[in-house]
């Protein structure tokens, strides 16, 4: 499997080459195309120049007079190109190399071209002429005309192609070179920087790798050397990390907590039944021990029910729509404050309700507003002394209702305000007091208020504490 440094390094350097070759190759077009452009252009000034020169001496009849074969040989020693003057025809008459008796005159160049050159005036070639020279040339032809316009023949300027070759190879191996060196500093420097790119990479794989091993502690570190992309990738995982920590010491401690809960209850039943089964406990007493063994069964009952409840809150991750309805807040909380008149009457206590004397209409889930009320008061009245206060107080402000409970007792520690609200939590370390309830109570209010997108709070001084949480209003 590649690696990310090598697939990365192995691209970029592929990118680089394919670059440089492509470079490379339209260079060298451009290049040869501007030589041949020029050696024709020089070829044609050439040819101009010879054509004048001819096309002057020829109205004076003096084409064999050594003025002007000395001025043709200068012309072709200046322009440093070959030029044969050549009839009609196509015949050699002059050549520059020796005007005065080369080797080529009276060869011919081919009636045709010499036809072709008259006609269009011109003509450019690239190639061998046969029988005059043996490597590859440049080639220009023009017609001569006197001042009548008549043709008096042809001129044929030619230079071989190896010395503008040789420029171009020159070139070639110039940029060869050079691209030689970008590649070996491109090598260094691309590899350098993808070493750079990658090492958080492999920093993040080996946190993870810790962090799947056991080792909840690990984290990316973060560098201001990072780019943006990186830095948000080594938080996020920095985020998840903390999250799953989390969620695993919530586990950790609800599977602890579960198992202390259940531990006393079935010990309690295991016990009871054993001594009835063996007759440790008298037939007489059997009764008052099955009824312990029925309450501690129904307080497991009464656990289970909690945990599903919970479960399927969080599962809903919401109250949706549908299940929520509209209905008198107000008239829902005198129905649940009914269900309390016997242990508010065993306890002596004062009850103080405030509430508006027109209905204040919320939109939520009926039921679970009735379970958060009912945790609420119950806990109020639980914890409250004989002859004290229990309140309960509604009102609407800024769109919203604030609902709040509140009873006189013990004043709850301010390091203990933040936990009220977790499972399990009670604040009878001893869990002597209030034998009935699990701790869960508070953690369902919570958890339907949360689900229904809204808050709770509690404060505790001076001998009272209050709980208070929000409805959306839909009056």
């Not at 041949?36 to 003096?62: G, P, W």
């Amino acid at each position: 499997m590649k690696t990310t440094y090598s697939r990365t390094f192995l691209t970029s350097m592929a990118v680089l080459l394919l670059a440089l070759l492509a470079v490379g190759i339209f260079l060298r077009a451009l290049l040869d195309d501007y030589l041949t452009d020029n050696a024709f252009a020089r070829l044609e000034k050439d040819a101009r120049v010879i054509t004048d020169l001819t096309a002057a001496y020829s109205s004076k009849d003096s084409l064999n007079s050594m003025e002007y074969l000395m001025n043709l040989d200068i012309a072709g020693k200046l322009s440093d190109a070959d030029a044969v003057v050549c009839d009609s025809d196509g015949t050699i008459r002059l050549c520059s190399e020796d005007p005065l008796g080369c080797i080529h005159q009276g060869l011919t160049v081919g009636e045709a071209f010499a036809q072709r050159v008259l006609d269009q005036g011109f003509a450019r070639e690239t190639g061998v002429i046969q029988g005059l020279y043996s490597d590859n040339r440049y080639v220009y032809a023009a017609a001569i005309h006197d001042r009548e316009g008549q043709n008096l023949g042809i001129v044929i300027v030619s230079r071989s192609e190896s010395a503008t070759k040789a420029v171009l190879h020159k070139m070639t191996d110039l940029y060869v070179t050079l691209s030689c060196l970008v590649i070996v500093f491109s090598v260094c420097l691309i590899g350098l920087f993808v070493h750079r790119q990658t090492k958080p990479l492999k920093k993040m794989a080996e946190t993870a790798r810790a962090f799947g091993h056991g080792d909840l502690d690990a984290r990316v570190e973060i560098s201001g050397h990072y780019t943006m992309e990186v830095e948000e990738l080594a938080l996020a995982f920095n985020n998840m990390a903390s999250s799953l920590q989390k969620s695993e010491y919530q586990r950790q401690e609800f599977v602890a907590n579960v198992s202390h809960e259940l531990k006393t209850p079935m010990t309690t039943i295991g016990g009871y039944v054993d001594g009835i089964l063996d007759g440790t406990i008298p037939p007489e007493k059997s009764r008052h021990y099955m009824q312990i063994v029925s309450d501690e069964t129904k307080r497991l009952s009464r656990l289970v029910r909690s945990m599903l409840d919970i479960s399927q809150l969080q599962s809903e991750a919401g109250i949706p729509a549908e299940k929520r309805t509209r209905f008198d807040l107000s008239e829902n909380i005198g129905q649940v404050l009914l269900t309390f008149e016997q242990k508010i009457t065993a306890k002596n206590l004062n009850v103080e309700v405030d509430m508006p004397p027109h209905p204040v209409y919320t939109n939520a889930n009926r039921d679970y507003i009735t379970q958060v009320v009912y945790n609420l008061l119950d806990n109020a009245v639980k914890f409250c002394p004989e002859n004290a206060t229990v309140g309960i107080r509604l009102r609407e402000a800024r769109g919203k209702v604030y609902v709040s409970v509140y009873n006189d007792g013990k004043t709850i520690p301010a390091e203990e305000l933040p936990l009220v609200f977790d499972r399990f939590h009670k604040l009878d370390k001893s869990r002597s007091e209030n034998r009935d309830g699990w701790g869960l109570g508070l953690y369902i209010v919570k958890t339907i208020v949360c689900s229904h997108g809204e808050n709770i709070s509690v404060s505790s001084k001076d001998g009272k504490t209050e709980f208070t949480f929000t409805m959306p209003l839909v009056n």
